[in-house]
């Protein structure tokens, strides 16, 4: 019998574990996708509304109006799906999500997505079999915008749902003083709204640096504020560093680690984002999720005790497609039998293993998560143990060139354009 499998999301990760189940037809069946939107892209479907939609659903994507690919092309791209070669190497929101449409198009996906379809449930089954062998199969109940709900058993779910939704926001003491403006990234959409206001910028991550350079650009005054070490690169004009903020005073100013204190009309969280599945009961899986780890997940994918249940893309600082297109195929890998797994409390004790690893050596708790440097040796692990071809050296090779120039210049790096030359070679162009 084939294998019936649910995928939870068609942005990158749902697309692509759709196109490689679709590729082996004689294990799978047609996958089912489960999106609760009414187009594929997820996070790249910029939306100009924020909170919920008319339908009282929230509105997914985080992407902001201007927004370019902190990543080029050349290696943002499903290994084998390049970008169109007219493009420049960082692109638009609009030129991804065109992307997406592209790749979803060229392997015949449409016809299995379920569009304004949300997964409300999933739901281990697990049956006795003759000989005391255990088979779990999976409850997936959906419901149409209509109204209209569904229950489904599948053999595996691939949970592919991203994780670039739920703003967090950390506990600020006295910010109900603040007398401003208050929101997170997520709904930040573009910079005219705030021109010539005086800003603070919590985190000079990705988004936080991205959105104070838009800002002081419309004449903002942007305060900078994170708890990481001094920033190394020159900030344009508009912005000043700042130590984190720890509190707002009675009085509406912000008071900031080192002891100064500024006055603000907005505040900004660039805080990142938590770990949500409001369709699973974690504790039911056996996995502890908090805000920014899951635990224990075996290959950073599955609970040991589920392992036909899939996290794809929950890794964090890493070069996004090509890495979900490695966890997919191992994934689909594990299914068919071509990866035998250890045993469930092997797989705990590993996972286990390494965390107490990272933890000695000084990574904190909510990193865990993060595989960074790591993710080329993961990625490789992952084709080795499951039989595919591994990444390309010149992947790595240009990804870590990026992000040097990102941290010279964080302004500038995306006026360069790059070019392939072979399986270990870039230039740039
Ligand atoms: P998503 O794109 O979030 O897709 C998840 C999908 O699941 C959505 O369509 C959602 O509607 C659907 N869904 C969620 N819950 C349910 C449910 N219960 N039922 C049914 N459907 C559901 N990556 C790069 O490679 N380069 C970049 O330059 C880059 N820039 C970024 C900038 C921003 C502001 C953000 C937020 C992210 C950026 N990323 C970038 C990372 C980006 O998130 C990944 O590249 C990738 O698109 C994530 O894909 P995903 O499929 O995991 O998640």
Redesign the pocket.
Same mark, same amino acid.
């Given at each position: 019998m084939m294998m019936r499998v649910a995928v939870? !999301?068609?942005?990158?990760? !749902?697309?692509?574990a759709a196109r490689h189940i679709l590729a082996r037809p004689k294990v799978f069946a047609r996958p089912v996708v489960?999106?609760?939107?009414d187009r594929? !892209?997820?996070?790249?479907?910029y939306e100009e509304e924020v909170g919920v939609y008319d339908s009282g659903r929230p509105v997914? $994507? %985080?992407?902001?109006r201007d927004?370019?690919?902190?990543?080029p092309k050349e290696v943002?791209m499903f290994p084998d799906f390049p970008f169109d070669p007219e493009l420049s190497s960082?692109m638009s929101?609009q030129e991804?999500q065109k992307y997406l449409e592209k790749y979803c198009q060229s392997h015949s996906i449409g016809p299995h997505i379920r569009f304004n379809?949300?997964?409300?449930k999933v739901q281990p089954v697990t049956d006795l079999q003759e000989g005391g062998a255990t088979v779990t199969s999976w409850r997936v109940t $959906?419901s149409h915008v209509s109204g209209l709900q569904k229950t489904e058993t599948f053999d595996a779910v691939f949970v592919?749902?991203?994780?670039? %939704?739920d703003p967090h926001i950390p506990d600020i003491p006295g910010i109900q003083h603040f007398k401003g403006t208050v929101l997170h %990234?997520h709904s930040y959409k573009f910079p005219e709204a705030f021109a010539g206001q005086s800003i603070v910028v919590l985190g000079a991550k990705? %988004?936080g640096l991205d959105i104070s350079m838009e800002l002081a650009k419309v004449g903002c005054q942007v305060t900078l504020s994170h708890r990481g070490p001094r920033l190394t690169f020159p900030l344009p004009p508009g912005i000043n560093e700042s130590s984190t903020m720890v509190s707002i005073q009675e009085d509406g100013s912000v008071l900031f680690q080192d002891g100064s204190v500024g006055v603000a009309d907005v505040l900004i969280f660039c805080t990142g984002?938590n770990f949500k599945?409001?369709?699973l009961d974690s504790a039911e899986l056996g996995v502890d999720i908090q805000q920014h780890v899951m635990s224990p997940l075996y290959r950073y994918m599955m609970p040991p005790a589920f392992p036909s249940l899939f996290f794809? !893309?929950v890794c964090k600082l890493i070069?996004?497609?090509p890495n979900?297109n490695c966890q997919v195929q191992f994934a689909l890998a594990v299914l068919d039998g071509t990866v035998p797994l250890p045993s469930r409390v092997q797989m705990e004790k590993e996972v286990r293993q390494e965390e107490q690893e990272k933890l000695d050596q000084g990574v904190e708790h909510r990193h865990l998560m993060v595989i960074q440097r790591h993710q080329w040796d993961y990625c490789q692990m992952l084709a080795r143990a499951a039989g595919f071809p591994p990444l390309p050296p010149v992947v790595r090779s240009l990804y870590e060139e990026v992000w040097r120039q990102r941290r010279i210049d964080p302004d500038g790096y995306r006026q360069h354009n790059y070019r392939l030359v072979s399986a270990t070679q870039w230039e740039m162009i």
């Amino acid at each position: 019998m084939m294998m019936r499998v649910a995928v939870i !999301g068609a942005g990158a990760a !749902g697309l692509c574990a759709a196109r490689h189940i679709l590729a082996r037809p004689k294990v799978f069946a047609r996958p089912v996708v489960f999106e609760l939107i009414d187009r594929v !892209g997820g996070t790249w479907c910029y939306e100009e509304e924020v909170g919920v939609y008319d339908s009282g659903r929230p509105v997914h $994507s %985080s992407m902001y109006r201007d927004l370019r690919t902190n990543l080029p092309k050349e290696v943002m791209m499903f290994p084998d799906f390049p970008f169109d070669p007219e493009l420049s190497s960082f692109m638009s929101h609009q030129e991804v999500q065109k992307y997406l449409e592209k790749y979803c198009q060229s392997h015949s996906i449409g016809p299995h997505i379920r569009f304004n379809t949300a997964v409300e449930k999933v739901q281990p089954v697990t049956d006795l079999q003759e000989g005391g062998a255990t088979v779990t199969s999976w409850r997936v109940t $959906s419901s149409h915008v209509s109204g209209l709900q569904k229950t489904e058993t599948f053999d595996a779910v691939f949970v592919c749902a991203g994780h670039y %939704s739920d703003p967090h926001i950390p506990d600020i003491p006295g910010i109900q003083h603040f007398k401003g403006t208050v929101l997170h %990234s997520h709904s930040y959409k573009f910079p005219e709204a705030f021109a010539g206001q005086s800003i603070v910028v919590l985190g000079a991550k990705a %988004s936080g640096l991205d959105i104070s350079m838009e800002l002081a650009k419309v004449g903002c005054q942007v305060t900078l504020s994170h708890r990481g070490p001094r920033l190394t690169f020159p900030l344009p004009p508009g912005i000043n560093e700042s130590s984190t903020m720890v509190s707002i005073q009675e009085d509406g100013s912000v008071l900031f680690q080192d002891g100064s204190v500024g006055v603000a009309d907005v505040l900004i969280f660039c805080t990142g984002y938590n770990f949500k599945y409001p369709f699973l009961d974690s504790a039911e899986l056996g996995v502890d999720i908090q805000q920014h780890v899951m635990s224990p997940l075996y290959r950073y994918m599955m609970p040991p005790a589920f392992p036909s249940l899939f996290f794809i !893309g929950v890794c964090k600082l890493i070069c996004p497609f090509p890495n979900f297109n490695c966890q997919v195929q191992f994934a689909l890998a594990v299914l068919d039998g071509t990866v035998p797994l250890p045993s469930r409390v092997q797989m705990e004790k590993e996972v286990r293993q390494e965390e107490q690893e990272k933890l000695d050596q000084g990574v904190e708790h909510r990193h865990l998560m993060v595989i960074q440097r790591h993710q080329w040796d993961y990625c490789q692990m992952l084709a080795r143990a499951a039989g595919f071809p591994p990444l390309p050296p010149v992947v790595r090779s240009l990804y870590e060139e990026v992000w040097r120039q990102r941290r010279i210049d964080p302004d500038g790096y995306r006026q360069h354009n790059y070019r392939l030359v072979s399986a270990t070679q870039w230039e740039m162009i």
